[in-house]
């Protein structure tokens, strides 16, 4: 299946091959899943394509085209997403089929939840897509919040130490598992991670698998060392 994406009149449209995903387009049409854009099929000039309702909602990459994204705005892309991967499970739905490219994530503009493209039959490599929307991420990111830097730090790294294996599902599993060790934090809130010890590893890691991210590792080694000096100075 060739994916043919454009927005226009408040919908994503995909080319699709009927033949291919009747059933699963089915069971789609029969149950209203959250967080999962509507979905429609329809036939034009002998070419079947794939509806997605827009309305009243926006792209991730549009929202933050202008502006800095928060932990809290990335926890909730991330929550929103764990529990449509859960709804799939639920209906024995193959997660791969997630599109989750930055234009494709759509924010509801007044209950901003977040709804995902379920495309059947994805052919695309979700692990490119994971990337991608990493790399959004971090390039969005409050690079002045200490705070937010060292979550994403470590999320970023453990991705990387997961090399092709990561999927949408590890990949939220990895950001919650973040989240509790953030949550056992001291009073504050600084995550007890053992950075001292990691982060030579985890940048020597990060370095090699994707140098276009060279100016974030930067970045996150002055506020590491800062925050060690800092920590080594009140004790």
């Not at 967080?35 to 909602?57: A, G, Q, T």
């Not at 949408?168 to 600084?190: F, M, S």
């Not at 940048?203 to 590491?224: M, P, R, T």
Request: charged share 30%.
């Amino acid at each position: 299946m060739e994916a043919i994406m454009s927005l226009s009149n408040k919908c994503i449209r995909v080319e699709t091959n009927e033949k291919e995903v009747g059933y699963t387009y089915k069971l789609l049409q029969r149950n209203k899943i959250c967080h999962l854009l509507h979905i429609d099929m329809r036939n034009m000039d002998d070419v079947c394509y794939f509806y997605y309702d827009v309305s009243s909602k926006k792209s991730l990459r549009d929202t933050f085209k202008k502006q800095k994204i928060t932990i809290e705005q990335i926890d909730s892309v991330i929550n929103n997403l764990y529990a449509a991967l859960q709804e799939l499970e639920k209906y024995l739905l193959n997660a791969s089929d997630l599109c989750l490219k930055p234009e494709c994530i759509m924010e509801d503009i007044n209950t901003r939840e977040k709804h995902f493209l379920y495309v059947p039959n994805y052919q695309e490599d979700q692990k490119e897509d994971l990337d991608i929307l990493m790399e959004f991420l971090l390039e969005r990111l409050d690079m002045e919040d200490d705070e937010a830097i060292e979550e994403m730090y470590t999320f970023y790294n453990e991705c990387l130490l997961c090399g092709n294996k990561l999927t949408a599902v590890l990949w939220c599993e990895l950001w919650k598992k973040g989240k509790e060790t953030t949550c056992q934090g001291d009073e504050k809130g600084i995550p007890k991670l053992n950075i001292e010890k990691n982060m030579d590893s985890y940048l020597e890691v990060a370095q090699s698998k994707d140098e276009k991210f060279g100016w974030i590792i930067s970045v996150w080694k002055k506020k590491i060392y800062k925050f060690l000096y800092n920590e080594k100075n009140q004790h």
